[in-house]
C-alpha cells in the first residue's frame, strides 16, 4: 500500500514516534479511529532506525552499507563475548553472565536473519492487514467495530509505552554497572587480543569498545522491541479482525431483515473474510516457525540459567538484582506472547458462537442453512500461534515452562550446594 503524500513522515525522528502521537490523538478524541493499523506504525518505528531489510530498504546503497555496518557490530560483541567465556570459566557468577548476553545476542541475531529473509512477506501481509483495517471502517457501518479498534489501538500502544519503559530502565542499568561494580569495567565481560579491553593498558581503546557497547546494546534492544511489537500486532490486528467478523455475524439478523438473496450475499461475503484471516495466520506461522522455535528455546534457557545466578548470587545483593532483571524481562516477554496467544485463539473460537446466533433455522433455503453448517463446523477448529512441534503461545503453556524451569533450578541447586 502507497502511503498518501500528505501524511509521509518529515523524518525519521517524526517517523519514530508518531505511533504515540497518533495514540494520543485516539485517546483525546473518543470518537476517533486509527488511521492506521498497529503493525503499520511499528513497522514505520523499525524503517525510522533503518534496519527494515525489505526490497525497497535495499534499493538504497547508503541504507545496505548501514545494514552491513550494524551486522558486522554484533557479530563483534559476540565473538569478544565468546572470548570472554574462557576467561570466566571456574566462575559461577560471571560464567552465568557471560552466558546469559551470549544467548541474548545469538536471540537477536536470529531474529536479523528471519527480517532479511521475510521482510517482503511482512509487508504484504501488514498491507492486507492495513487494507482490512480501512475496508472494516468503510463499509461495517457499525459504531461498535470503531469503537472497538480504537479501544485495541488505545490498548496496544499503552504496552507498546510500558515495553519502552522497561527497555530504557534496563538499558540504564546495564549500562551503568561499571560505575557501581568493582569488578566490570565494560557494560558486557569481554575479551580483545592485546588486551584492547584493559583500561589500565589501553585507556583509549577501552573507551572506544564501551561506547561501541553502549551504542550495540541501546540500538539493538530498541530495534528488537520494535520487531516483537510489530510481530505480535500482526496477531494482535488478526485478533481485531477476528472480532470485527464476530460483531458483524452478530448484527446479520438486524441487517438482512428475512431478505434471502441478501443474508447469501452477506453470509458468502463473512465466509471469504474469515477465510482470508485463517490464510493470513497459517502464513505467519510459517514464516515465524523458526523464530518461535528459537524464542521458546531462549526464554526457557534464560529464566533457568537467571534462576540458578539469582540463588548462586545471594550473598550478592547487587549480582542477584541484576539476574533478577533479566529473569523478570525474560518472563514478561514470554508470557506477553503467551497472552496475546491466547486472545488470538480464544477470539478465535468466539466466531463459531457468532455463527451459531446468527443462523435462523426459519429464515432462508437449505443451500443457506448448509452454508451456515459448514461456515461453524470450520469456525471449530481455532486458529493458534504455534510453532511446530513445540505447543503453540498460550497462558497453560507458559505455567508449564515455569514448572520446568523451576525443576531444573532446584536440580543445579542441590547440585552448587
Known amino acids: ?72 557490530l554484533l557479530i563483534v560483541s559476540l565473538a569478544s563475548l565468546c572470548f570472554g567465556v574462557i576467561e570466566s570459566i571456574g566462575d559461577i557468577v560471571n560464567l552465568g553472565r557471560d552466558l546469559v548476553f551470549i544467548i541474548t545476542i545469538i536471540f537477536i541475531f536470529g531474529r ?26 468503510r463499509n461495517a457501518g457499525s459504531r461498535e467495530v470503531q469503537h472497538t479498534k480504537r479501544l485495541r489501538f ?41 588486551q584492547l579491553h584493559d583500561p589500565s593498558k589501553h585507556p583509549i581503546s577501552h573507551l572506544i569498545i564501551f561506547v561501541s557497547q553502549v551504542f550495540t546494546l541501546s540500538y539493538f534492544l530498541v530495534w528488537l522491541c520494535g520487531v516483537e511489537n510489530m510481530t505480535i500486532s500482526v496477531y494482535f490486528e488478526l485478533t481485531s479482525c477476528l472480532r470485527t467478523l464476530c460483531i458483524e455475524l452478530r448484527n446479520l439478523k438486524n441487517i438482512c431483515h428475512g431478505d434471502e438473496n441478501l443474508l447469501e450475499r452477506k453470509l458468502i461475503r463473512l465466509i471469504q473474510f474469515h477465510q482470508e484471516i485463517i490464510l493470513l495466520s497459517d502464513r505467519c506461522n510459517n514464516i515465524l516457525n523458526g523464530a518461535f522455535i528459537m524464542q521458546m528455546l531462549v526464554n526457557f534457557f534464560l529464566v533457568s540459567l537467571s534462576l540458578f545466578e539469582v540463588l548462586a548470587a545471594r550473598k550478592d545483593p547487587q549480582v542477584a538484582a541484576e539476574y533478577l532483571t533479566i ?32 443462523f435462523d433455522p426459519t429464515v432462508g433455503s437449505k443451500k443457506i442453512h448448509r452454508t451456515f453448517i459448514f461456515f ?7 486458529l493458534l500461534m504455534s510453532a511446530n512441534p513445540f505447543p503453540p503461545f498460550s497462558m497453560p503453556n507458559y505455567m508449564f515452562i515455569l514448572k520446568q524451569c523451576y525443576s531444573i533450578m532446584t536440580i543445579l541447586a542441590n547440585t552448587l550446594e
Open 327 to 358: 529473569m523478570i524481562m525474560t518472563l514478561g516477554h514470554l508470557s506477553y506472547w503467551s497472552k496475546f496467544g491466547d486472545m488470538f485463539t480464544q477470539e478465535s473460537e468466539e466466531v463459531a458462537l457468532a455463527v451459531y446466533d446468527a
Open 112 to 137: 536479523v536473519v528471519i527480517y532479511i529473509q521475510h521482510a517482503d512477506d511482512f509487508d504484504e501481509i501488514i498491507d492486507t492487514l492495513e487494507d482490512i483495517h480501512h475496508w472494516t471502517i
Open 1 to 72: 500500500m502507497t502511503e498518501p503524500p500528505s501524511e509521509r513522515k518529515t523524518g525519521n525522528w517524526h517517523r519514530y514516534w508518531s505511533v504515540y502521537l497518533e495514540g494520543w490523538a485516539v485517546f483525546k478524541d473518543p470518537d476517533a479511529c486509527p488511521r492506521h493499523i498497529i503493525s503499520y506504525w511499528t513497522r514505520d518505528q523499525i524503517k525510522a532506525m533503518g534496519f527494515y531489510t525489505n526490497s525497497e530498504e535495499c534499493r538504497s546503497r547508503r541504507k545496505v552499507a548501514w545494514h552491513y555496518f550494524i551486522v558486522t
Open 154 to 194: 488505545l490498548f496496544f500502544t499503552v504496552v507498546i509505552v510500558i515495553w519502552f519503559f522497561c527497555l530504557v530502565l534496563f538499558m540504564l542499568i546495564k549500562i551503568s554497572t561499571p560505575f557501581w561494580m568493582e569488578s566490570q569495567t565494560l557494560p558486557f565481560h569481554v575479551v580483545w587480543p592485546f
Open 376 to 382: 461453524i463446523q470450520r469456525a471449530q477448529m481455532p
